[in-house]
């Protein structure tokens, strides 16, 4: 018998990729340069130079090895060569044994579902989210709590408390945030560590953060990005090298559960057998050795800096209310009506493609990925003021 959840998902449309869909047909109708597409997060920067050195190096090798199967959890090299890089940037102490390679962060946040969470079990994810959370708790039969945003965007933690029952298995953090590019505190990280630690003493098992960090490289201003980890023993790391070095379609990331969690050979068990479930062989043999070449680099991220500058101005100088967003590529605009799908419809209008909140557990707002280049953010700006013209904002 076929799944209606499944059947539901399948059908059910996705606002961004619609939104995408839009812009390109739109495009072809009027021409790409009239059409200021904001809806996706494709990374815009390529990806740097190493990548494609290190994709020639290896073809030169013998193909057998290079496209063969690897182990399930990666080749311990590169595992290796994260671990160390990592313990050096972040000053944790993950370890290759407890380190599993996985096809991006999508993946690895289906496997922590389905690892964690078992059917009726609770995950708790802090608004706004990546609207893929929802899918992966309820997907491993879990049910997604969300709790709201303080007016910062960062997680409101007296809410989160009451949120935290004795059906919480696993809470997702993502800093820097998609879609508002808030970056957690170490303030926050440190109370909502306290909050969990009560919990698991309150409800007497463990309660497992999964750090979903994609965005982790894209900080600006020299802004410290204080890591999960080192505030909480049951964390597990969620990671992908989709953004940090612009590699989205070629699916590598992985999960690092923490030496310091004192079941975690339990809980890396628990992942390397849900990522079998899941059928997940192993990650791109290929994508694996190139990463294991490049570890530690990243892509020119200064591009992003500079169009997160120039939205971020641009749209607060015409009157909009931003939140001022710290990394990732994301900028998280109020909408000036209570409505934030009839304000991403009336957008359109000037051909501005805006994906409005809901998706993203919240109201109100609308998400623009700067993802693109700087010069579409400036040929943009007179569609912004014609749009802020339209509900009488104030310039600045
Ligand atoms: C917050 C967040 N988590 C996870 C993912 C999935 O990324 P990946 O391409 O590594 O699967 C994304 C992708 O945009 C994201 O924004």
Redesign the pocket.
Known sequence: MLSEYHIGLGRKKNCMRELAAFAGARKAQIGADKVFDFSL?NPSIPAPPCVNDAIRELLELDSIEVHGYTTAAGLPSLRKAIADDFNARYGGDIRPERMYVI???????AICAKALVQPGEEAIAFAPF?T?YRVFVEGAGGVLVSVPPTAELQPDLEAFERALSEKTQMVII?TP??PSGVVLTAETLTRLSDLLRAAEARYGHPIYLVS?E??RELVYDGKPIPHPVNFYDDTII?Y????SLSL?GE?I?YLAVSSRMANGDEVYAAIAGAARTCGYVNAPSLMQRVVEKCVGQTSDIAEYKINRDLLFNGLTELGFDCVFPDGAFYIFMKTPEPDAVAFSERAKKYELILVPSNDFGVEGYVRLAYCVSADTIRRSMPAFAQLAAEYGLQKK
């Open positions: 997060g096809c991006g962060a999508a993946a690895g946040l990546f893929e993502n945030n998609n979903d994609p965005y969620d992908s090298y989709s953004k989205p699916r990331g």
